[in-house]
T-cell receptor, first 113, second 113 residues
C-alpha cells in the first residue's frame, strides 16, 4: 500500500514554455503533499508543502510564481514550472504524507533546452 | 529545529562484507528517524523507520538500524553486502505530528565484487 505515481517520468521542453507534473496517491488520501528538487548527486531539497484545498507553503528561496503548485484533491497535486529555463532542469520528486510518514513518487526528470 | 548529518558521502565495501552507513541527528523533540534508498533515476524507497518503539529496527533487504539516544545516532547496517545494495542512501528525521522531513546529504554505497 501507499503508492505514489508521477507523470510524466521524463519531459523535455523548450526554454520559455511551461511544464506540468502530476503527483497522485493511488491507494491512500494524502492530506499533505511535498515537492522536492534534486540536483545530480545531491540530496533532496524541499520546495513546498501543499495541503488539499489551500495554498502551498514554499520554502525560502523558492519562487512561488515560477513553481505553481495546486493540490486539487486528496489524491492529486500538480507542479507547474512556468517559463522554464535551462537552470530549472532537474529531478523533481513528490511525496504524499500520511501520519508521520511520506511516500515518494518515482520522480520526473525535467530537461529544458 | 532538526538536522541530519551523514558521515561519508561515499562508502565502498566488498561483496559479503559488513555495511555501515552513519547517521547522526539533532532534534529539539523526540525524533522519528528514517532510512531511504534511492536507485538511479528513481524515487525514494523506505528501508526502515524508528518511531519510539524498539530501538533496534529491522527493515527490508536485510538492513537494520539502532537508535541510540545518548549518541544521537541512527546508523544503518547490513551484515553481508550484496551487489544489488549499490545505491544512494538517505537518512531523514521527522517528529510526531509533523509530516515534514529533514534529509541528510546522502551516502553513495559502492559494492566491490
Amino acid at each position: 500500500g501507499a503508492v505514489v505515481s508521477q507523470h510524466p517520468s521524463r519531459v523535455i521542453c523548450k526554454s520559455g514554455t511551461s511544464v506540468k507534473i502530476e503527483c497522485r496517491s493511488l491507494d491512500f488520501q494524502a492530506t499533505t503533499m511535498f515537492w522536492y528538487r534534486q540536483f545530480p548527486k545531491q540530496s533532496l531539497m524541499l520546495m513546498a508543502t501543499s495541503n488539499e484545498g489551500s495554498k502551498a507553503t514554499y520554502e525560502q528561496g523558492v519562487e512561488k510564481d515560477k513553481f505553481l503548485i495546486n493540490h486539487a484533491s486528496l489524491t492529486l497535486s500538480t507542479l507547474t514550472v512556468t517559463s522554464a529555463h535551462p537552470e530549472d532542469s532537474s529531478f523533481y520528486i513528490c511525496s504524499g504524507g500520511r501520519g508521520y510518514e511520506q511516500y515518494f513518487g518515482p520522480g520526473t526528470r525535467l530537461t529544458v533546452t | 529545529a532538526q538536522s541530519v548529518t551523514q558521515l561519508g558521502s561515499h562508502v565502498s565495501v566488498s561483496e559479503g562484507a559488513l555495511v555501515l552507513l552513519r547517521c547522526n541527528y539533532s532534534s529539539s523533540v523526540p525524533p522519528y528517524l528514517f532510512w531511504y534508498v534511492q536507485y538511479p533515476n528513481q524515487g525514494l524507497q523506505l528501508l526502515l523507520k524508528y518511531t519510539s518503539a524498539a530501538t533496534l529496527v529491522k527493515g527490508i533487504n536485510g538492513f537494520e538500524a539502532e537508535f541510540k539516544k545518548s549518541e544521537t545516532s541512527f546508523h544503518l547496517t547490513k551484515p553481508s553486502a550484496h551487489m544489488s545494495d549499490a545505491a544512494e542512501y538517505f537518512c531523514a528525521v521527522g517528529n510526531f505530528g509533523n509530516e515534514k522531513l529533514t534529509f541528510g546529504t546522502g551516502t553513495r554505497l559502492t559494492i566491490i565484487p
